[in-house]
């Protein structure tokens, strides 16, 4: 079920400001040295807040509920996360089940928590940033927790004819940065290297049939055997 809310928290806001400044996508990896999800299980010191003056937790600190709230609102602090990573870094912080589920609950209705979110500004971020495939970008999503129907609203979003037009000059940029090899070894590391970002063998062949003609480069008969090697070596950054 695609749940809705206020834009607080949101990967739609999330992906608004980083272009304003710059940010790179919400690719899941967290700042160097402030990954929360990290951190060790929370102990109280004499110099949290929470800890009352003769040493002892305060009752907010022994409330779990209120640890649940502080891991959450950390980790939103720093980038958008599903409900699912949520509720991984608060079972590593030592969260009761129960706990976590009430403030995850409470987080949703208020909009804190949107998956269906999350998962469109994700789309549109990996996908112009780095030209992933409706395939590669589902893999991912299913990765970070996302459910199967907010997946799928996400990737429908994305126009079939922008995804052969993205993995067009995706071909484009790769053939232009190994002309003077063979016509075999450039079809190979552009098919390789669509392979990767999860574009299908038949939609790979075509572009690179056609730009290659384009060249009025001499390609033989493609197979997917001997052209298609994901690990073929990639000599562009990001690609």
Not at 109 to 126: K, N, P, Q, T, Y
Not at 129 to 142: I, N, P, T, V, Y
Not at 157 to 183: C, F, H, I, M, Y
Request: proline share 7%; glycine share 8%; charged share 30%.
């Amino acid at each position: 079920m695609t749940r809705t809310g206020r834009a607080s928290g949101s990967g739609e806001a999330w992906a608004s400001a980083a272009a304003d400044r710059g940010a790179s996508e919400p690719d899941g990896r967290e700042p160097e040295g402030r990954d929360p999800e990290a951190w060790p299980p929370w102990h109280p010191s004499a110099s949290d807040p929470e800890v009352t003056s003769a040493g002892a937790p305060s009752n907010k600190a022994r409330d779990p509920e209120a640890r649940a709230r502080q891991i959450c609102l950390r980790l939103l602090t720093i980038a958008p996360k599903t409900r699912a990573q949520l509720a991984q870094a608060m079972r590593r912080g030592g969260v009761p089940d129960e706990a976590a589920e009430a403030v995850l609950t409470r987080f949703t209705d208020a909009g804190l928590i949107d998956d269906a979110a999350f998962a469109r500004a994700w789309v549109e971020s990996r996908h112009h940033s780095r030209g992933l495939s409706k395939r590669s970008l589902s893999a991912e999503l299913r990765r970070h927790g996302v459910q199967n129907d907010e997946i799928r609203e996400a990737v429908d979003a994305l126009d079939p004819e922008q995804e052969v037009d993205t993995a067009r000059r995706l071909v484009e940029r790769k053939l232009a940065s190994n002309r003077g090899r063979s016509p075999e070894a450039r079809a190979r590391q552009a098919a390789g290297m669509l392979a990767r970002k999860g574009y299908p063998p038949g939609l790979a062949f075509r572009l690179i049939r056609e730009a290659m003609q384009e060249e009025g480069a001499e390609l033989e008969e493609m197979d997917a055997d001997a052209y298609l090697d994901p690990d073929a070596q990639d000599q562009e950054p990001g690609l």
